[in-house]
């Protein structure tokens, strides 16, 4: 064990965490922030961030984080590339543990900012043709499907964000959801509909994800989809399938140890 007792442990390097690490910095209580392997969190995958104030031409998403990351160190913010791997609250007011592998560092205050993760779509297919064709993110992968068709599955601002990336590289890109209505924001589905590659096919979900013989091995080539209102069926040939359902929480280290909601975030 580490024999310095910190006064702040941040768990997270999305903009939570960051911001927790400035202004705890700028406070003088010398952060310490494990800020996983991959830091910055979900907008280091992001492109155009047109929603954050104070930037008017919009910035791209590991710009953002890396002037997060340079504030919070300016003023003393200590960073460690590295994964939390367990976390044990204190109950009684007395000290907090986290531990870094086999490392284990002691905190008088430790500030949860774990973020999110990709929501998985949970069908047959998926995890088996991860990386081979399905995908979690555009702006990583989307030159792996110069001229072929793929498909983009959600109708959230996300889906729309990748559906535009996307077609700048793949021949068609299908926006597959399962409701005739978006939950997108009007400014998003606007600009998705007004690109002449991007077509809309709903409402439909997906059942299976396969190659040409209907296996979940090699390279996915197939997505099965099915109508929501009239259960027929369809076979759509595709490159890449894109899975833009939205988020879930990362509070499995406190799970247990704090209240959680029902969607499984820390309740503040
Ligand atoms: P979201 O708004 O929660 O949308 C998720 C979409 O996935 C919904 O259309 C939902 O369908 C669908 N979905 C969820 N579970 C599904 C399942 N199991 N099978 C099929 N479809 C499923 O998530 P998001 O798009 O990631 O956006 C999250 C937040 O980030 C939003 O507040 C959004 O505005 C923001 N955002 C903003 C921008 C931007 O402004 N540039 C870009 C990206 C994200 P239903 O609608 O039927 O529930």
């Not at 976390?87 to 973020?115: F, K, N, P, Y």
């Not at 297919?125 to 792996?144: M, N, P, Q």
């Not at 926006?175 to 924001?185: K, L, M, P, Q, T």
Request: proline share 4%; glycine share 10%; aromatic share 8%.
């Amino acid at each position: 064990m580490n024999d310095r007792v910190e006064n702040v442990i941040i768990v997270g390097s999305g903009p939570a965490g960051y911001t927790a690490a400035l202004y705890t910095a700028r406070a003088n209580l010398e952060p310490f922030v494990v800020e996983g392997f991959q830091w910055g969190g979900l907008l280091q995958q992001t492109t155009d961030v047109e929603n954050y104030p104070g930037f008017p031409q919009g910035m791209m998403g590991p710009e953002l984080m890396q002037k997060f990351r340079d504030q919070a160190e300016r003023f003393g913010a200590r960073l460690e590339t590295d994964d939390v791997t367990k976390v044990e609250l204190s109950r009684d007011g007395g000290l907090h543990r986290v531990w870094v592998g086999d490392q284990e560092h002691v905190g008088r205050t430790v500030v949860l900012a774990m973020g999110a993760q990709h929501r998985k779509l949970g069908v047959p297919g998926e995890l088996e043709l991860a990386g081979r064709g399905v995908s979690y993110c555009a702006t990583c992968d989307a030159a792996f499907f110069r001229d072929r068709p793929t498909i983009i599955v959600g109708g959230g601002d996300s889906a729309m964000e990748e559906a535009m990336f996307l077609s700048k590289f793949s021949s068609t890109v299908s926006i597959v959801h399962r409701r005739d209505e978006f939950r997108a924001s009007k400014i998003m589905l606007d600009r998705a509909r007004a690109i002449p590659n991007i077509e809309w096919l709903t409402p439909y979900t997906i059942d299976k994800l396969t190659n040409l013989e209907g296996a979940h091995q090699g390279q996915l080539e197939v997505a099965h989809l099915r109508n929501t209102v009239d259960s027929s069926t369809r076979e759509l040939p595709t490159a890449g399938a894109f899975i833009a359902i939205g988020h879930v929480p990362q509070s499995e280290l406190v799970a247990g140890q704090v209240e959680l909601d029902e969607n499984g975030y820390v309740v503040t």
